[in-house]
Nanobody
Framework: QVQLVESGGGLVQAGGSLNLSCALS????????MGWFRQTPGKQREMVAT????????KYADSVRGRFAISRASNWQTVDLQMDSVKLEDSGTYYC??????????WGRGTRVTVTS
């Protein structure tokens, strides 16, 4: 079991920055990939950014590449999403996610981000 707790959401003006953080606890030895997803009303949850545990391979959605950066602590107990140059369309609920080597996934409860004009 892995527990995930997101923090850092809130209001931010378009063009501004925000940092989301996810605290992990539990059995982290079998974590393979960790990432951030987001969801807006009426839309499917979409991948924003992911990072692999062993090789630090990072993947970004086209819509955020060059503006957002995912990073993790060396002990894998936190994973951050630095959001720069935010746009109105970045608003949504952001969820922390981990995928284990056996494919099992865990989700946090989400943190809301609202970008204002």
């Amino acid at each position: 079991q892995v527990q995930l707790v997101e923090s850092g959401g809130g209001l931010v003006q378009a063009g501004g920055s925000l940092n989301l953080s996810c605290a992990l606890s539990g059995n982290l030895l079998r974590v393979n990939i960790m990432g951030w997803f987001r969801q807006t009303p009426g839309k499917q949850r979409e991948m924003v950014a992911t990072i692999q545990k062993n090789v630090e391979f990072k993947k970004y959605a086209d819509s955020v590449r060059g503006r957002f950066a995912i990073s993790r602590a060396s002990n894998w107990q936190t994973v951050d999403l630095q959001m720069d140059s935010v746009k109105l369309e970045d608003s949504g609920t952001y969820y922390c996610n981990v995928r284990m080597y056996d494919g099992v996934e865990y989700w946090g409860r989400g943190t809301r981000v609202t970008v204002t004009s």
